[in-house]
């Protein structure tokens, strides 16, 4: 069993930065391939950004790309999500998921993951 946690959500105008950070529990953390996701009121769950067990290798969403920066931490079983420039599209719910075992569904996919944060929310004002 998984458990991830997610802080450092919160208000924050358009153009401005916010750090997300999501703790997860397990022995086995860096082996997992992580990522971030977020849902905005009546949409769907989108991919924004995941990173490799060794985070040498990263992939972005093209909305997001060139402004935020996914990074690892596996001393610390952490993976954190650094987003400059916000927009006010950036709001939304977003969830830190680990992919800790091979599935048939691409990471760029919600169902390529079996573990899930509760979420966070980030709220952008223009």
């Known amino acids: 069993q998984v458990q991830l946690v997610e802080s450092g959500g919160g208000l924050v105008q358009a153009g401005g930065s916010l750090r997300l950070s999501c703790v997860a529990s397990g022995r086995t953390f860096r082996r997992y391939f992580m990522g971030w996701f977020r849902q905005a009121p009546g949409k769907e769950r989108e991919f924004v950004a995941t990173i490799n067990w060794t985070a040498g290798s990263t992939y972005y969403a093209d909305s997001v790309k060139g402004r935020f920066t996914i990074s690892r931490d596996n001393a610390k079983n952490t993976v954190d999500l650094q987003m400059n420039s916000l927009k006010p599209d950036d709001t939304a719910v977003y969830y830190c998921?680990?992919?800790?075992?091979?599935?048939?569904?691409?990471?760029?996919?919600?169902?390529?993951?079996?573990?899930w944060g509760q979420g966070i929310q980030v709220t952008v004002s223009s």
């Open positions: 998921a680990a992919r800790t075992r091979v599935l048939a569904i691409a990471i760029t996919r919600a169902g390529g993951y079996d573990y």
